[in-house]
């Protein structure tokens, strides 16, 4: 079999294998639909988000913290996902098993890449279906907004996966990895704009913010599920599509060269 | 499972040369020396046990062979290729049973099986090597739903899954009941009659003397022995023993070629039953424990294994 048929065989097993496992299952699939079915709930009575001073237009809370569940959706798939995944299959031997044998560590990529794929895809789906469905938050008609949706989702996914792959190098066991993958993926949320309104934080954290990646992956969705108006609530007052390509660009080489070097089926001792 | 020659061949390897060769082989953690200067040919076809005491270096010698780990010095080839180079069509005509894995396995055994020899060029079918392992039953079974002995044999399944003209195993029986182990060494029979070559290491003497056609016996690195498998610490060490307890209660014992003689006797001297009389032909295990203690190689109490162990986790 070539390295692309069986990559394509590594995404089916790999897929399969995320959704056998209660963890991954719960805190990286479910863990966004939990979250923004609690905020919506919690804020309920808070009334809507930019309302004028008689409570009148504005969007409801949920429909605010849509982007962002989104955003966090694409990193726990690629980053959280990965990062946990991959060094707990070091430290258990599959990835020593896997070395043994003729597979191609490209093809081994790809069934990673494409398990966070589909399931990044199938959980933001979901997440559409249910915020439109269950919730009734109003989702965009125009096409245009669905094709931005689309390019941010892919370079949002595809940069996360490779991070994780990188960040898998970090935990120095598989028992550590969540305690190492976790706190890392949830400040990054907090300071991005997931949990809490951007517009609402301090500028040097949202500063700090900027220089990762999560920040523009909900700036992207926001830009696509916010109507016009909030644009003025960023920080340069527009959606900056332009620096969110760029940014998550960077942030793709990166994780491509980082798990370029830093991969390896075994910790070898020389 | 008939396996054939398969035409897959290194440059300038003939059916002649050894599969594997090893010359001189060192591998130091720091001052410590795991492998000290080792050497030994296994030739196409044979199947080679390598024994020795936990932590003697034969796990390290075995993963330098796999192309796990860098030799610090020495000569190794297998299959006619250098494993520090090891490529991807290189590993496809290698089987590897890894000492312990412990991974999670939420796909069922029939799965597994399915998925790795998709990994190779010319696998063998699912359903004869869970024939061949005994697991038919527990073909939609998932891997960690197992017991450990099951477990085992799905390692040894993975390892063969491949058709491999060279198989090593490293304490492939751990966990095994006899009843699993005495399966196990007729698969390795087979196996062995299509041509495999095998490199076994266990710490179950008889299952070495039952599969082996030679032995090699390492204590603190360096090859003690190595030989035909009932050859092994030369003739001598297989001479029968007799002992017994003589008039003041001290065990005495004698080698001979002639144990009936010497109980004869023994009987005329004591005039009746001599007291805790034995007549012992030295088994393999007594033969290797002889020989392990007298190069001063009884299980050391911090092993070199283990240094290698955390040696490579400072140094990742």
Known sequence: ?????????????????????????????????????????AFSASGNIGAAPDGTGGISVGAYYLPGMLAAGMLLSGVQNLAVDIATEKGDGTLKRLGGTPLSPISYFIGKIGQVFVTGILQAALLLVFAGLVLGIALPTDPEKWATFAWVFVLGVVTSAFLGIALSALPR?????????????????????????????????????????????????????????????????????????????????????????????????? | MPLGGRGWKAVGMSDSDPVVRVRDLHKSYGSAEA????????????????????????????????????????????????PHHGGLGWKARLGIVLQSTGE????????????????YPNPRKVG?????????????????????????????????????????????????????????????????????????????????????????????????????IDQIGGADARIPLVRWRDASGIEREVRTETPAAVVTSLVDQFHGEPVDLEVIRPSLEDVYLELVRAAGG???????????QAAAEASA
């Not at chain 1, 517009?199 to 926001?222: H, T, V, Y």
């Not at chain 2, 055994?109 to 998709?118: I, K, S, Y």
């Open chain 2, 104 to 119: 999670s396995g939420a796909v069922t055994v029939a799965e597994q099986l399915t998925h790795f020899a998709g990994f």
């Open chain 2, 128 to 228: 004869d090597v869970l024939d061949a392992v005994g697991l038919r039953e527990q073909a939609a079974t998932r891997i960690n739903k197992l017991s450990g002995g099951q477990r085992r044999r799905v390692d040894v399944a993975l390892g063969i899954i491949g058709r491999p003209e060279l198989l090593f195993l490293d304490e492939p029986t751990t966990g095994f009941d006899p009843q699993a182990r005495r399966a196990f060494w007729d698969l390795i029979r087979m196996l062995k009659s299509e041509g495999t070559t095998i490199l076994l290491t266990t710490h179950y003497l008889d299952e070495a003397a039952q599969l082996s056609d030679r032995a090699g016996v390492i204590a603190r690195g360096r090859l003690i022995d190595i030989g035909a």
């Open chain 1, 1 to 41: 079999m070539s390295m692309v048929n069986l990559g394509a065989s590594r995404v089916t097993y790999e897929t399969k294998v995320y959704f056998r496992s209660f963890d991954t299952l719960f805190f990286t699939f479910l863990f966004p639909f939990i979250m923004l079915g609690i905020f919506t709930t």
């Open chain 2, 298 to 308: 009884e299980e050391p109490e911090r092993t070199v294994d283990a240094i290698a």
């Open chain 1, 173 to 270: 066991s598989g028992k550590s990895a969540t305690a190492v993958v976790i706190p890392i993926v949830l400040i990054l949320q907090f300071i991005s704009g997931v949990y809490l309104r951007f517009d609402g934080l301090p500028e040097w954290m949202q500063n700090l913010a900027s220089i990762f990646p999560l920040k523009w992956m909900a700036q992207g969705m926001r830009s696509v599920f916010l109507p016009e108006s909030f644009a003025a609530l960023e920080q340069n007052g527009s959606w900056d599509l332009g620096l969110v390509a760029i940014a998550l660009s960077v942030w793709l080489v990166v994780g491509l060269v980082l798990s370029r070097i830093t991969f390896r089926w075994i910790r070898r001792d020389t």
């Open chain 2, 35 to 82: 492998v000290a200067g080792v050497s030994f040919d296994i030739e196409r076809g044979e199947t080679f046990a390598l024994l020795g005491p936990n932590g003697a270096g034969k796990s390290t010698t075995i993963e330098i062979l796999e192309g796990y780990r860098y030799r610090t010095s020495g000569e190794v080839s297998v299959l006619g290729v250098d």
